[in-house]
Nanobody, 126 residues
Framework: QVQLVESGGGLVQPGTSLRLSCAASGRAISGEMMAWFRQAPGKEREFVAAISRAGGTTIQAGSVKGRFTISRDNPKNTVYLQMNTLKPEDTAVYYC???????????????????WGQGTQVTVSS
């Protein structure tokens, strides 16, 4: 089983940037599609972005397209989420997800895989 540890969250002002990291251990994630999800207070967990095994294909939810970029470094077994022009509505706990079933991705949405990190809090507020 893979262990996923997110980091990089914090309290930031609107319009600024953050980069989240997801460090995996226990197995190599180079053969898996990876994703980020988020969950705001009182809301269901939602898809944010996903990246293919080699990093050549990315999918972003419409709400973050053009502002968030997902990337990966397979030798480091790490996935990143660069978040720019942050808005208060981006406030949520962000979760790393492994083993995304890429064949079920459609449009700007992917279902979740089986493995989750513990999450990192991102708060956007002035």
């Amino acid at each position: 089983q893979v262990q996923l540890v997110e980091s990089g969250g914090g309290l930031v002002q609107p319009g600024t940037s953050l980069r989240l990291s997801c460090a995996a251990s226990g197995r190599a994630i180079s053969g898996e599609m990876m994703a980020w999800f988020r969950q705001a207070p009182g809301k269901e967990r939602e898809f944010v972005a996903a990246i293919s095994r080699a990093g050549g294909t990315t999918i972003q939810a419409g709400s973050v397209k053009g502002r968030f970029t997902i990337s990966r470094d397979n030798p480091k077994n790490t996935v990143y989420l660069q978040m720019n022009t942050l808005k208060p509505e981006d406030t949520a706990v962000y979760y790393c997800n492994a083993g995304v079933p890429y064949w079920q991705c459609a449009g700007d949405l992917c279902p979740a895989g089986n493995d989750w990190g513990q999450g990192t809090q991102v708060t956007v507020s002035s």
